[in-house]
Nanobody, 126 residues
Framework: QLQLVESGGGLVQPGGSLRLSCAAS????????VGWFRQAPGKEREGVSC????????KYADSVKGRFTISRDNAKNTVYLQMNSLKPEDTAVYYC???????????????????WGQGTQVTVSS
């Protein structure tokens, strides 16, 4: 069974950077689409970014385009989310999720994914 563990969250000042990691165990991530999602208090979980199994295709929410970069290292069985120019509105619990690719599915849509990590808190505050 695919198990995902996020790390790298923390407290950062506005304008700062963090790199989140999503490490998989038990199963190789090579054939999975991986997405990053976030959920702020009182809000629905929203898609942030996703990456194809090969890493050749990526997608970003409009709110993070130009600031966040998703990447993957299949040799390390890990997907990363580099977050730059962080804003207070980026504060949320960040989750990674994975699922085999499905043609036509929206990889920024939470229901597409069946395997989820436990989340890591990101707080952007001065």
């Amino acid at each position: 069974q695919l198990q995902l563990v996020e790390s790298g969250g923390g407290l950062v000042q506005p304008g700062g950077s963090l790199r989140l990691s999503c490490a998989a165990s038990e199963v190789t991530l090579d054939y999975y689409v991986v997405g990053w999602f976030r959920q702020a208090p009182g809000k629905e979980r929203e898609g942030v970014s996703c990456i194809s199994s090969s890493g050749g295709s990526t997608k970003y929410a409009d709110s993070v385009k130009g600031r966040f970069t998703i990447s993957r290292d299949n040799a390390k069985n890990t997907v990363y989310l580099q977050m730059n120019s962080l804003k207070p509105e980026d504060t949320a619990v960040y989750y990674c999720a994975a699922d085999p690719p499905i043609d036509g599915s929206d990889c920024l849509s939470p229901p597409v994914f069946g395997s989820w990590g436990q989340g890591t808190q990101v707080t952007v505050s001065s």
